[in-house]
């Protein structure tokens, strides 16, 4: 099928690529040049496993295009998936220009029938203003052609996009239209084969499961995070407590483990969106503004341990921390929100030096944050220990997971390790001579 995706982002860029591995006719436009001029060359501008030999060979074969010509997609797809950004608007709800903006366009340039495709998250109602806005716009240029506007949301994890991507979980199509619907269907049919995967419903609840689900994931993390600030007060081990409720079917092991809280593109800006549709429909939102707010605190927390281990800010002052990590999450470079920003900003105003290091998110940090003495960029985890006084781990990328305690103790100063995912056994760190900080356990404080 011939299919025109706008936005190359996380998102439009991955669907694109996993559409034309199945032999799909794909053309992705965006509006950033230098982002197509790259893509076209083979430059991915973010970091995917697995996207790059696949976006390579895909366009080597001529079944992904890149593209800042709007009419020319418009005209090539069938389907015209929007897969732009929704960012936070100031009060929290979702800024829906970059869809409408896309929507204007379509409108514009649309000469023959199509099925338009909300893939970005976008609050309920949406797919109605992306409908209304299409028709406004062929209206006012006197055109009559036929499109259906069809709720696709997207559930794909950075760090796992094309895996996901390639095996969906589910593939939710919100539609008031059956043929759209079927259209939708033969389009992912190839993901489609094994086990039915399509969950078909009607457009605001395909729109609403979006947030449900990012909102729940949220909620589970915000949840264990309270719980081990509780287990961390009373003296018990939230990693203990984590293992004796995972166990329960009901409860499950995902999504239960308590860090320095979440970030990324989506949780913070969907459950405030969530939060916000919910006011403006007259219902207060306790449990959502609960979880951003319990979320806010848990990205404060590592910085409340070192407070706690050395006394007060004063004595930050002048120190050298290691940082380990700074993308969100593991296997992505993404930084959006990501809890390492917070701390950063805290050890700066504190006086102390950092030395950071990220498999993949160094370039990301200094597009950021730029040169400053006070952050040294490190080639490896083990450079940014070298006159390190404390060390901080704050993502969970593999490599992290098992150091030679015994070297981090020779290396660090302070002899000190915060450990903000829970990746170390307190006993083997405290075994080498090192403090140990890990979040809510209670027992090694
Ligand atoms: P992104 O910021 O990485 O990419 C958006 C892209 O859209 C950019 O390249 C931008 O230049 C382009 N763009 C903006 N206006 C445009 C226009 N008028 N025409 C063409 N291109 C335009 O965003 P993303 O992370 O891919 O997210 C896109 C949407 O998908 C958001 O609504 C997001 O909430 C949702 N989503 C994201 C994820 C994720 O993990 N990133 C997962 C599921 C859903």
Redesign the pocket.
């Known amino acids: 099928m011939r299919v025109a995706i706008?936005?190359?982002?996380?998102?439009?860029l991955v669907t694109g690529t996993c559409l034309a591995e199945v032999g799909h006719e794909v053309v992705c436009?965006?509006?950033?040049q230098a982002?197509v001029d790259g893509l076209g060359k083979g430059v991915i501008p973010?970091y995917e496993p697995g996207l790059e030999p696949m976006v390579k060979a895909n366009h080597a074969a001529g079944r992904l295009r890149f593209t800042t010509d709007?009419a020319q997609a418009v005209a090539h797809g069938e389907v015209i998936f929007i897969?732009?950004?929704?960012p936070p608007d100031e009060d929290g709800s979702a800024d829906l220009q970059?869809v409408l903006?896309?929507a204007r366009?379509i409108g514009t340039h649309l000469q023959k029938p199509a099925v338009v495709v909300d893939?970005?998250?976008?609050p309920v109602g949406t797919a109605d203003r992306v409908r209304e806005t299409i028709a406004r716009t062929l209206a006012g240029r006197g055109a009559q052609v036929k499109f259906d506007v069809v709720s696709n949301?997207?559930?794909?994890?950075?760090g796992a996009?094309v895996e996901d991507c390639m095996r969906p979980d589910r593939i939710v199509i919100g539609a008031d239209n059956p043929e759209a619907v079927e259209t939708l269907r033969r389009l992912y049919a190839p993901f489609n084969r094994n086990h039915e995967r399509v969950v078909s419903m009607d457009v605001r609840s395909a729109e609403l499961t979006?947030y449900a689900a990012n909102a729940m994931l949220a909620t589970k993390i915000s949840f264990m995070n309270e719980i081990a600030n509780i287990a961390e007060k009373v003296g018990a081990d939230v990693e203990m407590v984590r293992k004796g409720i995972g166990s329960d079917p009901r409860i499950g092991w995902h999504f239960i483990y308590p860090g320095a809280g979440y970030g990324?593109?989506?949780f913070p800006?969907?459950v405030q969106a969530l939060a916000r549709t919910s006011q403006q429909h007259g219902h207060a939102p306790t449990l959502l503004d609960a979880v951003e707010a319990v979320n806010e605190r848990q990205k404060g927390h590592l910085f409340e341990l070192m407070l706690r281990h050395y006394g007060d800010v004063s004595a930050l002052r002048g120190r050298t921390v290691a940082l380990w990590g700074l993308a969100f999450k593991p296997n992505t470079d993404?930084m959006r929100e990501a809890s390492s920003r917070r701390l950063l900003q805290q050890l700066w105003e504190a006086g102390a030096k950092v030395r950071a290091f990220d498999p993949e998110a160094m370039e990301e940090t200094r597009r950021i944050f730029g040169e400053r003495t006070d952050l040294v960029l490190c080639d490896s985890a083990e450079e940014a220990l070298q006159g390190a006084d404390a060390l901080v781990v704050i993502t969970e990328w593999k490599q992290f997971r098992s150091p030679d305690f015994d070297e981090l103790g020779r290396r660090l100063a302070d002899a000190v390790i915060f450990d903000g995912r829970n990746l170390y056994e307190p006993d083997d760190v405290e075994a080498a001579g090192l403090a140990y900080y890990g979040i809510g356990r209670g027992r090694s404080i």
């Open positions: 706008f936005g190359t982002g996380y998102v439009g436009v965006d509006i950033d982002k973010i709007a897969a732009v950004g929704t970059y903006a896309v366009t893939k970005s998250t976008v949301p997207e559930f794909l994890k950075e996009a979006k990324g593109s989506c800006k969907d993404d």
